[in-house]
């Protein structure tokens, strides 16, 4: 059984910076891909950004490029998201999701990672 928990959420203004973090346990081997997803009141749950184990491959959404960076540490079985320039409406629940399946590139369709975090809830005050 594989275990993820999120931390590193909390209450923002625009334009500031927060850093979650997503620690993976409960096998020996990192998993293949890792990914953020998030969901706000009342939306459905949306990619953010994913990311492969060799780090080859990182796609985000285009609601946060150039913005949130997605980084992952294998010997600590830890998948990062630096979110930086911060908006109101990046308010939501972020989950961690990870697969142990071979992906060339990280699924965008939460349907596709089996392994889920409980969330982190962000917050950005205008």
């Known amino acids: 059984q594989v275990q993820l928990v999120e931390s590193g959420g909390g209450l923002v203004q625009a334009g500031g910076s927060l850093r979650l973090s997503c620690a993976a346990s409960g096998r020996t081997l990192s998993p293949y891909v890792m990914g953020w997803f998030r969901q706000a009141p009342g ?8 990311i492969t184990r060799s780090g080859d491959s990182t796609p985000y959404a285009d609601s946060v490029k150039g913005r949130f960076t997605i980084s992952r540490d294998n010997a600590k079985n830890t998948v990062y998201l630096q979110m930086n320039s911060l908006k109101p409406e990046d308010t939501a629940i ?13 699924p965008t369709n939460s349907n596709e990672y089996l392994y889920w975090g409980q969330g982190t809830q962000v917050t950005v005050s205008s």
Do not use: L
């Open 94 to 106: 972020y989950h961690c999701a990870a697969d142990f399946n071979f992906w060339s590139r990280p």
């Open 43 to 50: 939306k459905e749950r949306e990619f953010v950004a994913g």
